[in-house]
């Protein structure tokens, strides 16, 4: 069974560039990113040592794995475009089925790391899980040889699993991110110091690494405090979509409240 | 100006346990707890050498100051229960005024932790930003030197400021772990492991801690990407509240998105 050490990769966003970075680091060779733009991909060539295209055509044919990691969208167009010549391919998406790539190749997979990219922000590899899934046994075992040269947590996941822990991530991470944005409004608007609410961002989420989301509830909806909910919703008089989405989640606390202890 | 040394704790919640722990750690000396309710508050008199009571008229009269640490519809009974003979109060409320303390002393404040607290969870005072309020400038330094023996960030917050604080507070700590808790409910679901979230969960709050969450926002509603959300609220349906939720709230990023970029 051959190691994967010869890489292509093909994007240029967020994933793409966190990826290819860890790979490098990990003693990985980037032979080449391939992206329909250039100035990230020729950046992101620089940093890891590889060649850059933008040509469908040019693209490698010697690398021991491809890994698209493009959105959802351009996924098919991407995979449709280059001729893989039957070599591994996988993509990184979190709700594409991996049978999208048997059109590619006949050897293919899914390498999805459950974590959220910035680009200015580094990520330590080594603590994302990663979601595998191969079309052969073989091409799972190489495929997962790679991932744990990366991270500590490497799981095969089922498409259609992959796809509700997606769902569950948006839960858990866009939502709650949306969340700080209203905070951070609320505070700015009041000419209040947002820094003030980071640690208390932070202990939440660290709550939850040890204690059920469901135990660690706080706040007047867990506590069914009417008089506060009350003033906090005239507060936010200003705000009338902030105001019913208040209403609405506090809510599901309290009912969820009745659920555990009633 | 006399030092704060001899402390009478209010209460026995999550806030008052940790409070009377952190005090006695900084070398303050817990004189008493006073509870209606016993058990608890007999467990914290324990763990900090304190005498406990659960008699109004039994309140020690010989402390520095009273932190009254109890629900918002529990502070005024206790507050008028209590003869504290001038001696200085502070309750640690986010959203009541200190002018509640008015008719109970003629020296009183706020000292309000902005931290979420669990009882079984052991938290860093050093950590915690404190919100502190006073009726006199010399109550304010008393306080403001009391703060800083357990805390590294102190400020002087009024009582309308320090309700926006707690306003702005359910936005980043109640909702986001309502947020993780519809994630374990969509992870056990369908037999999916929680824990795999839980990097991305820490994450998320990390990002925040030195980008602007407008700018850390990720996943498919700031990308618009249709398809996914189309295909998440289809897999919501057992979930019609979760459904609505997700929905609202794509809605509400999708639109800060075109905020920024238009």
Redesign the interface.
């Given at each position: 069974m051959k190691r994967i050490e010869k890489i292509v990769t093909i994007g240029s966003g967020?994933v793409a560039t966190h990826l290819a970075i860890a790979l490098k680091g990990a003693g990985k060779e980037i032979l080449q990113i391939y992206s329909r733009t250039s100035e990230n991909a020729k950046s992101l060539a620089d940093k890891t040592g590889a060649e850059f295209t933008n040509d469908p055509m040019e693209v490698r044919d010697d690398a021991d794995i491809y890994i698209i990691a493009v959105?959802?969208?351009a996924l098919p167009v991407v995979a449709g475009n280059i001729d893989f010549k039957n070599n591994f391919v996988v993509h990184t998406s979190g709700?594409a089925p991996m049978d999208i790539l048997k059109v590619s190749s006949e050897n293919y997979g899914v390498f999805y790391p459950?974590?959220?990219?910035?680009k200015?922000?580094n990520?330590d590899f080594s603590?994302?899980?990663v979601?595998i899934e191969a079309n052969t046994f073989v091409n799972g075992e190489r495929l997962k040889n790679l991932a744990i040269s990366l991270s500590g947590?490497v799981?095969f996941v089922d498409s259609e699993?992959r796809?509700?822990?997606?769902?569950?991530?948006?839960?858990?991470?866009?939502?709650?991110?949306?969340?700080?944005?209203?905070?951070?409004m609320?505070?700015e608007d009041?000419s209040?110091d947002f820094n003030?609410?980071?640690?208390?961002?932070?202990?939440?989420?660290?709550?939850?690494?040890?204690?059920?989301?469901?135990?660690?509830?706080?706040?007047?909806?867990?506590?069914g405090?009417e008089?506060?909910m009350k003033?906090?919703i005239e507060?936010?008089e200003k705000y009338p979509?902030?105001q019913?989405?208040?209403e609405?989640?506090s809510e599901?606390?309290g009912r969820?409240s009745g659920k555990t202890t009633g």
């Open positions: 967020n959105s959802d969208d709700s459950l974590q959220t990219f910035s200015t922000r990520v603590e994302i899980p979601c947590d799981r699993k796809k509700v822990l997606h769902l569950a991530a948006v839960f858990a991470s866009n939502f709650p991110n949306f969340m700080y944005s209203v905070a951070q609320i505070t009041n209040l003030i609410l980071k640690p208390l961002i932070l202990e939440t989420a660290m709550k939850v690494q040890d204690m059920r989301p469901t135990a660690a509830q706080t706040g007047p909806a867990i506590r405090d008089k506060i003033m906090h507060m936010l979509e902030f019913k989405l208040y609405v989640l599901m606390i969820e």
